[in-house]
C-alpha cells in the first residue's frame, strides 16, 4: 500500500498529474480504510487541479466531501471545489461553495480566504450586493487577516462601480481610520483618487495621482496612478502631458494590463492628431487576452488602415470582428457595439475597392442580426445608395427605397429616400417621373435641408431637357430642310435653330446659329441672335452639368459670356439687353460661389450698372435678393445698419416686383430682417401674414420658428409652444424639429413643467448621426430639470458626468455648484465643501467664486466655526459684483462677530451696514437677535434680557417680536422663574401661529417637560414641532428627542420608526451613525436578536474607534440576551481584546459580562481569571476593582461552602 501511495505520489512530485491523479484514485478505491485513503482523494483532487482538468478535479474533492466527511483535509477540499467553478466560469455557484468553507470551518485557515473569494466569485457573477455581504462578514468575523484589507478594497471598488461615490468616499475614510499611521498600502490611494476622477474633481484627483507617484515610486500602483494621470490631461486636453504620462508606464511597466491600455491611449491621441502611422504602431503593439480589449485594438487598427488607403486588410480587420457578433458577445453591450459599427465599416471598405456585392452581403447579414437596432434604417438607406450609386441598378434601389418609405415613414431620413427615388428615375432618363419625384420632394418636405438645391435640380431638368415626344419636330425639321432651298425670303436656318434651341436640342441650335452667322449674318437681327447663341451656351454647360454630373464646363460658359457681352456692349438699348445681362451676372456669380466677399461685391457693382443701364430693370429682383441674402448671411447678429439694407431690398422686391418669383422669400425675408432689427410687433404681422398666404412654402418652417422665438420673448409661451410642436410635428425630418424639441424643453422648464422638459430634452430619434443631446449642455439641462423635481439622485448622475465628459465647458464651474448645492440639501456637507473649494479655487468667473465663498461661508457658519465662516463672506464681499451683492455677506460676517462675543467690532460693523443699506431693518433685527443670544451663551442673562425687551418693543408686529418673546421666555427658564416663562412659551402658538417661533416655543416645552421627566408631555410637545408648516431646522432636532423619549419609555417600535425616518430625512448627518446603533439596540430590546446582530456587523465596518467597542459590546449583549452565552463571552472579550482604548468604560464593563456569561455555563474558573483581571488592571480602589473583588470573594465563599458538603 505504502509503495502504490509512494508511487502516486513520485508522479505528482515529478509533474505528471494526469497519471497521479488516476493512481491516487486507485488507491482510494482499493484501500477505502487506510489512514491514507482521504490524503489520496484529496491529492487526485490537487494533481486534476494542477492538469486543468477541473471537471475530474471537482469530482474528486466531491468524493472526498462525501466518502470522509471528518477529514481534516475536507476545508481544502471543500475550498478547491469552489476554485473549480471559477475556472469554470460557474461565478455564482463558485461564491456560494466559497460561502460553505467558514459556514463549516470557522477556525480553518480557508475561512478568511473563502469569505474573500465569495466576495470575487460573487462580484464576477453581478451579484453585487452577496459580494458585499461576503466582504463585510470577513472583516467583521476575522481579527487581524491580510485578506481583511483585500475586502476593503473590494467594497470601495464595488461602490465605485456602482456610482455609489458617497460610500466609496465614507469607506475610504473609514479605512484610513481603521489603519492610520500604519497604512501603508497605495491601492487605497489609487481608489480613492478615482473617485474624485469620477466625480469630476481633477484638481483633488491629480494631487492624490502625483504624491501618489512620489511617495510609491516603483510601484505597480504609481503606474497605474500615471496611467490616470495621462487620461485626465487627456481628457483635459493637455495631450502633451498626456503622451508624456502614457509614455512613463511603457517605459518602466512590465504588467502587460497598464502596458496594453496606455499603448491603446497614446493610440488614440496619436489617432486624434491624425498620426495615424504611429497610432498604428502603437495599436499593434497590444497584446491582450481580454476580449473588450481585442475587439477594441482590432477596431482601432481596422479604422486606421481605412484611413491609409489599405482597404483590403481593413476588410479582413472589419470581416473578423463582424464575423464576433452575437450572440457570443451577449454579455457585453459595449463590445456589441463595436461589432455592430464593424458592420458599417465593413461596407465602405468594400465600397471603396469597388466590391458592392460584397457591400451588400454585409448588410443582409446586419439584417439578420440587427433588424431591430436603431441604426439598422441607417443600412437600409446605405444598402438603397449603394445599388443606386455603385451597382448602378436605379430600378432595384427604387424597389429598396420604396421599402424604406413604407418600415419608417417617420424617420429622420426620409427626405433623403424620396430625393434617392427622383435620382433613380433621373438614371433612368425618366425625367418626366423624376420630376414629378422631385416635385414629392418639394410638397412633402419643405423644410428639408437639400430643397434649394431640389429645386433648382426640378429646373434645370425642365429648362435643359426635352420632356415632350420629340417626333413632331423632326417631321418639322425635314420640312425646313425641304423649304430651305425653295423660299429665300425667310433665313430657314436661323429660324430651324430656334426650333431646335425651343425643343432643347442646343448643340444643334448652336451650330445652327453659327452657321448663320457665318452665311447670312445681315438677314436677321444680329442682337437677338446673339441673345439665342449665348442662352444656348448657358443652357447647354446647365444640359452637360446635369446629365454628366460634372463641374460646370469654363468652356461653354466662356462661350456664352462672350456672345452675351458682345450683345449688351453693341446693342445696349436692344429688347434682349437685360436678359443678356442678367445671364451674365449668373455667370460671374457662379464662378464667385466661394468668396462672400467678392460674391456682395459683384452684386452691388452689378446692382448699380443695372439701374444705370436699364430703365425699365425688369430683372432687378434677381440682383435685389441676392444681394439682400448675401447681406443676411454674412452680417455680425447685432448689425442693425446691414439688416436694415437687406429689409430695404426686401421691401423693394413686395413693393415693385408683385410678379416675381422671388416675391414669397422676399416677403419671408423681410419680416426675417425685421425680427433680427427688434421690431417684433411688425415682423409677427408680416410672419403671420405669410404663414396664411403660403401654407405650402419652403420658408414657413423657418417662419413658425421666427414666431415662436417672437411669442417666447415677448411672454406668450402658449403661443409659442402652438407653434414649435407644429414644427415637430409636421416636419419631423427636418433639423428644425430637433430645436423645437430644445425649445419646448426650455419653455417647459422655464414654466416649471419639468416631467415635460425632461420628455423633450430625453428623446430619442433612433438615428445615431441625428440623436439630439450628446453635448454638454442638454446634459446639464437634464440636470436641472431631475433638480427641480427634486430626483436628485439623477440631477447628480447628470451633472457629474457632465463635469467628468466636459472639463473645460463654460457651463463647468455652474455644475459644479449644483453638485455642491445638492450635496447641502441632503446635508453631506463634506461633499459640498470640497466642491465649493473647488470652485472657489479654479473658477474662472468671479461671479462664481462669489457664489463658491458664500456657500463656505454657509457651511463653516452652520458647523459653528465663525470665524473661517466670517473669512469666506469677507471674501466673498471682495468678489461681489454690486452693493446688492455685498449685502448678504457682508450681513453674515456681522453675525459671525457677535456669534464670536466680538460686541464691540460687531456694533461698529452694525453701524456701517446701515449707512450703506437704508432698508436694514430685517438685517438690524437678527444682528440684535444674535446680539441677544451670545448674550445667553455668556450666560450674562442681565442683558440678554434687555436686548430680548429691545427687540420685542423695536420690531412689533415682525417674527424677531415673537423671536424676542420666545428669548424672554427662554432667559426666565434658566433664570428659574418657571411660572413666567411656561406662561410666555404656551401663549406664543395662540399668539403667532404661523410664525416660524411657534414650533422653537413647542420644542422649549418639549426640552422642558423631558428634563423635568414628564416625558409623555414632552412627546406631545416635540410631535407639535413636526407638524409645523414653519419647523425648519427644528424638524430635526424634534426627531433626535422623539427617538430619545420612546427608548427612555422603552417604546422600542415607535423609537426604530422615528430613528428610520430620521435616516431617510437627513442620511449625512453628524449623528446618522449613532442613529443606526439606536436602531440595532431597539432591535435587541425587541428580542429581534438575529436582525440586530447583522446590523451590529454592519456598522462595525464604519465604526471608528469609540463607536466600534460600543457596538462589538451590543453585539456580545445581544448573543447573551438570545441565551447563547457561548458565543457572548467569545464576543465581549473581542471589546477588550480587539477594540482599541476609549472614553467610556466598554473594556472593562465587556469584561464583567464576559465573566458573568461564563459563570452561567459553569465555567467558574474562567470567569475568576477575568475577575482577577479587572482587579490588577483597575485596583481594588476603583468601583470596577471593587465590584469584581465583591464577586470574586463571593464565588470563593460558594466554593468553599461546596468543599465542606
Not at 505528471?16 to 488507491?27: G, I, P
Not at 471598488?157 to 498600502?185: C, K, P, V
Not at 438677314?523 to 446673339?530: C, F, G, I, N, R
Not at 422686391?653 to 430682417?673: T, Y
Request: glycine share 4%.
Amino acid at each position: 500500500m505504502e509503495k502504490e501511495f509512494g508511487f502516486a505520489r513520485q508522479l505528482f512530485d515529478d509533474g505528471l498529474y494526469e497519471l497521479a491523479a488516476e493512481q491516487f484514485k486507485d488507491f482510494a478505491n482499493k484501500y477505502p480504510s487506510d489512514g491514507n485513503a482521504d490524503d489520496a482523494l484529496f491529492l487526485a483532487g490537487e494533481a486534476y487541479f494542477k492538469a486543468e482538468n477541473f471537471d475530474h478535479a471537482f469530482k474528486a474533492y466531491k468524493e472526498l466531501e462525501i466518502v470522509y466527511p471528518q477529514s481534516p483535509k475536507l476545508a481544502g477540499g471543500r475550498f478547491r471545489l469552489a476554485q473549480c467553478q471559477v475556472h469554470q466560469k460557474n461565478f455564482e455557484a463558485a461564491g456560494e461553495l466559497f460561502g460553505r468553507v467558514p459556514a463549516l470551518h470557522p477556525e480553518s485557515e480557508f475561512a478568511p480566504k473563502a469569505l474573500l473569494h465569495s466576495g470575487k466569485a460573487f462580484r464576477k457573477s453581478g451579484n453585487k450586493d452577496k459580494a458585499l455581504n461576503a466582504f463585510f462578514k470577513l472583516i467583521t468575523e476575522h481579527g487581524n487577516v491580510s485578506e481583511k484589507f483585500e475586502a476593503h478594497l473590494e467594497i470601495v471598488e464595488i461602490y465605485i462601480e456602482s456610482r455609489q461615490f458617497a460610500e466609496a468616499i465614507s469607506h475610504t475614510d473609514g479605512i484610513f481610520r481603521t489603519y492610520g499611521a500604519d497604512l501603508n498600502d497605495p491601492r487605497i490611494y489609487v481608489l480613492r483618487a478615482q473617485v474624485f476622477q469620477m466625480l469630476g474633481q481633477d484638481d483633488e484627483a491629480l494631487s492624490i495621482y502625483t504624491k501618489l507617484t512620489q511617495q510609491f515610486p516603483g510601484t505597480m500602483e504609481a503606474q497605474r496612478a500615471n496611467l490616470y494621470l495621462g487620461s485626465l490631461y487627456e481628457r483635459m486636453g493637455d495631450y502633451d502631458k498626456a503622451l508624456k504620462y502614457f509614455n512613463t508606464v511603457i517605459a518602466n511597466s512590465n504588467a502587460i494590463t497598464l502596458l496594453n491600455k496606455a499603448r491603446l491611449k497614446k493610440g488614440d491621441i496619436l489617432f486624434a492628431l491624425s498620426e495615424y502611422g504611429q497610432a498604428l504602431a502603437n495599436y499593434e503593439k497590444v497584446d491582450s487576452d481580454d476580449k473588450q480589449t481585442k475587439i477594441e485594438t482590432k477596431f482601432k487598427i481596422a479604422k486606421i488602415h481605412g484611413l491609409l488607403g489599405n482597404y483590403p486588410s481593413a476588410s479582413q480587420l472589419f470581416t473578423e470582428l463582424v464575423s464576433m457578433r452575437q450572440p457570443a458577445l451577449e454579455d457585453s453591450s459595449s463590445l456589441s457595439e463595436f461589432i455592430e459599427r464593424a458592420h458599417f465599416e465593413l461596407v465602405e471598405m468594400f465600397v471603396k475597392q469597388g466590391l458592392a456585392k460584397k457591400a451588400l452581403d454585409t448588410i443582409e447579414n446586419f439584417h439578420g442580426y440587427y433588424s431591430e437596432s436603431p441604426r439598422y434604417p441607417l443600412m437600409l438607406f446605405r444598402k438603397a445608395e449603394i445599388i443606386e450609386k455603385h451597382l448602378r441598378q436605379p430600378n432595384r434601389a427604387i424597389r429598396v427605397y420604396d421599402a424604406f418609405l413604407e418600415r419608417f415613414p417617420f424617420s429622420a431620413k426620409v427626405d433623403e429616400v424620396q430625393l434617392g427615388i427622383a435620382r433613380c428615375y433621373e438614371k433612368l432618363a425618366e425625367y418626366r417621373l423624376a420630376v414629378h419625384e422631385y416635385e414629392n420632394y418639394l410638397t412633402r418636405f419643405p423644410a428639408a435641408e437639400r430643397f434649394d438645391w431640389v429645386k433648382n435640380r426640378r429646373n434645370t431638368i425642365a429648362e435643359t431637357l426635352n420632356l415632350e415626344n420629340a417626333r413632331g419636330f423632326d417631321k418639322i425639321t425635314h420640312l425646313f430642310s425641304r423649304l430651305t432651298d425653295e423660299v429665300e425670303e425667310v433665313n430657314w436656318t436661323y429660324e430651324s435653330a430656334k426650333l431646335h434651341y425651343e425643343a432643347k436640342e442646343f448643340e444643334e441650335a448652336i451650330q445652327q446659329f453659327k452657321e448663320t452667322l457665318r452665311k447670312s449674318a445681315n438677314s436677321v437681327p444680329k442682337d437677338e441672335l446673339y441673345f439665342y447663341l449665348g442662352n444656348a451656351y448657358f443652357k447647354l454647360d446647365k444640359k452637360e452639368t446635369l446629365l454628366k454630373e460634372a463641374k460646370s464646363s469654363p468652356a461653354y460658359s466662356d462661350s456664352a459670356a462672350i456672345s452675351l457681352r458682345f450683345l449688351v456692349s453693341n446693342w445696349p438699348d436692344s429688347p434682349f439687353a437685360e436678359d443678356g445681362y442678367l445671364l451674365l451676372t449668373k455667370i460671374k456669380l457662379d464662378t464667385l460661389s466661394s468668396s462672400a466677399n467678392k460674391k456682395e461685391t459683384a452684386l452691388r457693382e452689378a446692382f448699380l450698372e443695372w439701374q444705370n443701364k436699364f430703365s425699365k430693370a425688369e430683372h432687378t429682383d434677381f440682383v435685389l435678393i441676392q444681394l439682400a441674402n448675401q447681406i443676411m448671411k454674412s452680417s455680425a447678429p447685432d448689425d442693425s445698419t446691414r439688416f436694415s439694407e437687406a429689409l430695404s431690398y426686401y421691401r423693394r422686391i413686395v413693393n415693385d416686383f408683385p410678379d416675381s418669383p422671388f416675391f414669397e422669400e422676399a416677403h419671408f425675408k423681410g419680416a426675417m430682417a425685421l425680427s433680427f432689427l427688434g421690431a417684433d410687433s411688425t415682423a409677427k404681422k408680416k410672419l403671420e401674414s405669410f404663414v396664411h398666404s403660403y401654407s405650402n412654402s419652403h420658408h414657413k418652417p423657418r417662419a413658425l420658428m421666427l414666431l415662436a422665438k417672437i411669442e417666447r420673448r415677448n411672454g406668450n409661451l402658449d403661443a409659442a409652444i402652438k407653434y414649435l410642436e407644429s414644427i415637430q410635428s409636421d416636419y419631423f425630418y427636418s433639423p428644425l424639429a430637433e430645436q423645437a424639441r430644445y425649445e419646448l424643453g426650455d419653455i417647459h422648464f422655464s414654466r416649471g413643467e419639468y416631467q415635460s422638459a425632461l420628455d423633450k430634452y430625453e428623446l430619442d430619434t433612433g438615428l445615431a448621426e441625428k440623436k439630439p443631446g450628446s453635448d454638454g449642455a442638454a446634459r446639464v439641462k437634464r440636470a436641472k430639470a431631475y433638480e427641480e423635481l427634486g430626483d436628485l439622485t439623477s440631477a447628480l448622475d447628470n451633472y457629474i458626468s457632465f463635469i467628468r465628459e466636459n472639463p473645460s465647458h463654460e457651463a463647468l464651474s455652474e455644475a459644479k455648484l449644483a453638485v455642491a448645492r445638492i450635496a447641502r440639501k441632503q446635508k453631506d456637507l463634506s461633499f459640498a465643501k470640497e466642491y465649493y473649494e473647488s470652485i472657489a479655487e479654479h473658477a474662472a468667473s468671479s461671479q462664481q467664486k462669489y457664489a463658491a465663498e458664500t456657500a463656505l461661508g454657509d457651511i463653516y457658519f452652520e458647523r459653528d466655526l465663525y470665524s473661517e465662516a466670517r473669512q469666506h463672506y469677507l471674501t466673498a464681499v471682495t468678489l461681489a459684483s454690486d452693493p446688492a451683492s455685498e449685502r448678504y455677506p457682508s450681513s453674515q460676517s456681522i453675525r459671525c462677530r457677535y456669534k464670536l462675543k466680538q460686541f464691540s467690532a460687531a456694533d461698529s460693523d452694525v453701524k456701517v451696514f446701515k449707512r450703506k443699506y437704508d432698508d436694514s431693518e430685517e438685517e438690524e433685527g437678527q444682528f440684535l437677535l444674535d446680539k441677544a443670544h451670545a448674550y445667553m451663551d455668556e450666560k450674562n442673562f442681565e442683558l440678554a434680557e434687555k436686548t430680548f425687551k429691545k427687540l420685542k418693543g423695536d420690531f412689533k408686529n415682525t417674527t424677531f417680536a415673537a423671536r424676542g418673546e420666545f428669548g424672554l421666555g427662554a432667559v426666565y427658564l434658566i433664570t428659574n422663574h418657571t411660572e413666567d416663562a411656561l406662561k410666555i412659551l404656551t401663549n406664543i402658538p395662540g399668539k403667532y401661529p404661523d410664525s416660524e417661533v411657534t414650533p422653537l416655543s413647542y420644542f422649549n416645552l418639549g426640552d422642558f417637560y423631558y428634563k423635568s421627566q414628564q416625558v409623555e408631555n414632552a412627546i406631545g410637545a416635540f410631535k407639535q414641532v413636526l407638524d409645523h408648516p414653519q419647523v425648519g431646522e427644528y424638524h430635526q432636532k424634534a426627531m433626535r428627542y422623539l427617538i430619545k423619549c420612546y427608548n427612555d419609555v422603552q417604546m422600542w417600535d415607535s423609537a426604530i420608526a422615528y430613528a428610520r425616518e430620521y435616516l431617510e430625512s437627513y442620511p449625512h448627518a453628524d449623528d446618522s451613525f449613532s442613529k443606526r446603533i439606536d436602531i440595532a439596540k431597539s432591535l435587541m430590546n425587541l428580542k429581534e436578536y438575529d436582525r440586530a446582530i447583522e446590523r451590529f456587523r454592519r456598522l462595525k465596518l464604519s465604526a471608528d474607534a469609540e463607536t466600534e467597542a460600543e457596538i462589538q459590546f451590543y453585539l456580545a449583549k445581544s448573543y447573551q440576551e438570545m441565551g447563547d452565552f457561548e458565543r457572548a463571552a467569545s464576543e465581549f472579550l473581542k471589546v477588550k481584546y480587539l477594540t482599541k482604548p476609549t472614553k467610556l468604560p466598554w473594556h472593562v464593563t465587556a469584561l464583567f459580562e464576559a465573566a458573568d456569561s461564563l459563570l452561567r455555563l459553569g465555567k467558574t474558573a474562567q470567569a475568576k481569571t477575568i475577575l482577577r483581571r479587572i482587579i490588577d488592571e483597575e485596583g481594588t480602589g476603583s468601583n470596577f476593582g471593587r465590584f469584581a473583588k465583591q464577586k470574586l470573594d463571593n464565588l470563593e465563599k460558594v466554593n468553599s461552602a461546596v468543599d465542606l458538603n
